[in-house]
């Protein structure tokens, strides 16, 4: 208490609205709190060795990054560091994907208006600095990616911080790095896309009607639906991809039950994480406009 | 990047560990994952307007009030602020006693060792801008209170900030507040009694076996069977209270099945709210101790 405060303390003031961080971590909780999203960890859904709860922990341990994202570190960095901290549970990865799409869209939000090309723009302000962060992320959790094509194979992410030399030497960007995977990985496409399916996402989260689990588990069919989980491909493979994609459009067309599909999904280990990872994106830009929880 | 930084940037060292309030969070989540805890909100059941995912927000919202507990605040500020951030969501209450738990838990654990003496001495330490603030706190949402005894009307929680003239003249601190309220709420009763259940139950959810959601529902089964709960009290009366203990130690015996009793008593609107907060303070004080997620 200061000398000038009184016997029963100052005003405090109106409540704390959450920020931009806030909202980064919510939009992770919520994800994994919509149900059914089919073949995804969600509420109703675990597989034996990675469950809600290590969503949960993920989410909180990524404030620390996400923290960094919202000021004025390196957004390879900021990623490097909410990786770090997401790995702090016993399950591994959890939220690489949806870290990897946060990161440039809270730079944006804590910087100005909340648009995909100005999240664009942050992104192709990345250095070779950041592209190093990004390699050495790997280096906290195993996350499933495919071989790399002929010649790229020293800049392989499983190498981890051993292919830094390499980046160091081709002169590559974070931004580059991701133009190079945009065929084949969802969340890469996205920085390159400028955001555009996370935008869209965002607005039909903002129209919907329905508690927002509801919302997000119908977004998360919509977006399987429009296009192959890279995730599902890396797993499995394409024509697997294409067929969950398929059986999307199923469910959303009434044809087939999404909770079913989310049993046959799970009991399948076929597990659309890139359109998790949409999804989380997703619900960012609609809390930062305005989604009430 | 600084000028001695390498193109590639530094070595960023070991990945964030969770700190003092990632933990209190990290508590507020995992007590609502935790199912089944019969006539909650957990992650298999909902109330109609109270939903799990405005715990979600609840625990993202409180944590500004967490920090200012982790730091040097009064504890009845960081209180108010916490329950004003939780507030942020469109059900209201979900959080008032886990956090009126956390806070002297969350001081002493961030300034020194975190045992159940040290936690009261800090809540002794309160004064009467405190006790102020915990009444403001009654601004932000609707809490279950019963009426006040004869004699006590002017210090009502109900009437909010207006009571803090009666508090200013009376010189009541929280901690004198809290006296008065322990025969009849639960948390008060903890404040008093250094936090003897809360500690008692954060070694149960160590000792147990299995995933921590399964652990949260055993202990929480267990507080229940052991002492009625006062929100239920509240809510209902003594009776009801008695008989959802009663309840309780005959599903932790195997007479009666626990989804089941969950089921009955969200049916019956019998929320045992405050053995829920117990059961979040105790997650906080595992997860310091090295629980595992």
């Known amino acids: 208490m200061t000398d000038d405060e009184p016997a029963v303390g100052d005003d405090p003031g109106p409540p704390p609205r959450r920020d931009v961080v806030d909202n980064a971590e919510l939009a992770l909780l919520l994800e994994v709190t919509g149900t059914p999203k089919p073949g995804n960890v969600d509420r109703n859904h675990d597989y034996d060795d990675l469950r809600f709860e290590h969503f949960m922990a993920g989410s909180v341990g990524s404030r620390h990054g996400l923290e960094l994202a919202a000021g004025d570190a390196r957004l390879g960095r900021a990623f490097e560091r909410a990786v770090g901290g997401m790995s702090q549970q016993t399950a591994g990865n959890t939220q690489f994907g949806a870290l990897l799409l946060l990161v440039p869209l809270v ?66 960007t974070l931004w580059d790095v991701m133009e190079q995977s945009a065929s084949v990985d969802g969340v ?14 965002s607005e039909r989260l903002l129209d919907l009607e329905g508690t927002v689990p509801a919302r997000v588990a119908r977004v998360f069919l919509e977006l399987l639906a429009e296009e192959p989980d890279t995730f599902v491909v890396k797993q499995h493979d394409q024509q697997t991809a294409e067929r969950a994609s398929a059986q999307a459009r199923e469910a959303l067309e009434g044809e087939s039950d999404p909770w079913r599909l989310a049993d046959e999904f799970v009991a399948e280990g076929l597990n659309p994480g890139t359109t998790a990872d949409l999804t989380a994106g997703a619900l960012f830009v609609a809390l930062e406009r305005g989604l009430d929880v």
Chains 1, 2 share one sequence.
């Not at 730079?107 to 070779?128: I, K, N, P, W």
């Not at 992320?137 to 195993?142: A, I, K, L, Q």
């Not at 890469?188 to 996402?201: D, G, I, K, L, N």
């Open 107 to 172: 730079r944006a939000a804590a910087s100005g208006e909340l648009t995909g090309s100005r999240a664009a723009a942050c992104a192709r302000e990345t250095t070779v600095a950041d592209a190093a962060d990004f390699y050495r992320s790997f280096e906290h959790v195993d996350v499933a990616v495919d071989d790399p094509p002929d010649g790229l194979e020293p800049l392989d992410v499983q190498r981890g911080a051993e292919a830094i030399p390499v980046l160091a030497e081709r002169e590559l």
């Open 188 to 201: 890469a496409a996205e920085w390159v896309a400028e955001f555009e399916r996370t935008m869209w996402a």
